[in-house]
């Protein structure tokens, strides 16, 4: 990606882009190749490797997990990425640009009625801001999974890895309530808190055996009652 990062520089400044605005998208950009190693735990980064779920998660963060930025920063970073993103495509360096279907400022999400999106928001706080490294990960990918797809609880728990298609952005096949097989679609927070509950996820017992996307510390399959217990425990901080 350097590479490329350094001949779309060259190409602004051959159409004689102001030097303030060459300035700030090679910022940007260059933070945003830093963050793409560091996230996708790669020494290089490809062009292709690039995806949706990672810009969003640049845009939204910056590189700095747990840092709120402005819609303004948001959108700054966006056009930058869109725009290197942009002529990639149109150099044939890349066949279609990730960027293309995220909306400034705001992202879409789809969710149920257990809670107002002022409280999810609050809970989705408590959990970044008091679970241990050892549980964030995991317990961010049950919440927000929880929350953007409606399934019940026993539902998500009974996932299994080869059932996560990031590509469809889809959990495929579910049994739902009644005995119904469907596929469940997923969105783009629910894609970076499983990709990166899926690297910690490494690091618990009999990871590499249990088939279950959700492990408990004895690498076992998460259990209904152990999951209400840690969503209870975070409901309850958030209510202090």
């Given amino acids: 990606m350097d590479r490329d990062l350094a001949d779309f520089l060259g190409y602004l400044h051959d159409r004689n882009r102001s030097p303030l605005t060459i300035e700030r998208y090679g910022e940007t950009l260059r933070r945003f190749a830093v963050f793409a190693r560091a996230e996708l735990h790669q020494d290089h980064v490809r062009v292709e490797d690039v995806d949706k779920a990672l810009v969003v998660a640049f845009v939204r963060e910056g590189g700095r997990p747990g840092v709120k930025s402005s819609p303004a920063t948001r959108n700054a970073r966006l056009s930058a990425v ?42 989705r706080d408590t959990v970044e801001r008091t679970a241990t490294e050892h549980y964030l990960r995991r317990d961010l990918a049950i919440v927000l999974t929880f929350w953007h797809t409606g399934l019940r609880l026993r539902e998500l728990l009974s996932l299994d890895l080869d059932q996560v298609d990031f590509a469809r ?41 249990e088939r279950a996307l959700f492990l408990s510390d004895r690498g076992r399959r998460l259990s209904p009652r152990a999951a209400e217990d840690l969503v209870g425990k975070y409901v309850s901080v958030r209510g202090k």
């Fill in 169 to 209: 952005e889809q959990f495929l096949p579910v049994r739902r309530k009644g005995g119904d097989v469907v596929a469940v679609h997923f969105n783009v927070e629910v894609t970076i808190a499983v990709r990166r509950w899926l690297w910690e996820r490494r690091r618990y017992p009999n990871a590499d055996s």
């Fill in 82 to 123: 869109r725009a290197f993103q942009r002529w990639l495509v149109a150099e044939g360096r890349l066949a279609s640009d990730p960027s293309k279907a995220i909306e400034r400022a705001t992202l879409p999400s789809r969710s149920p009625t257990f809670l107002t999106p002022d409280e999810f928001g609050r809970l």
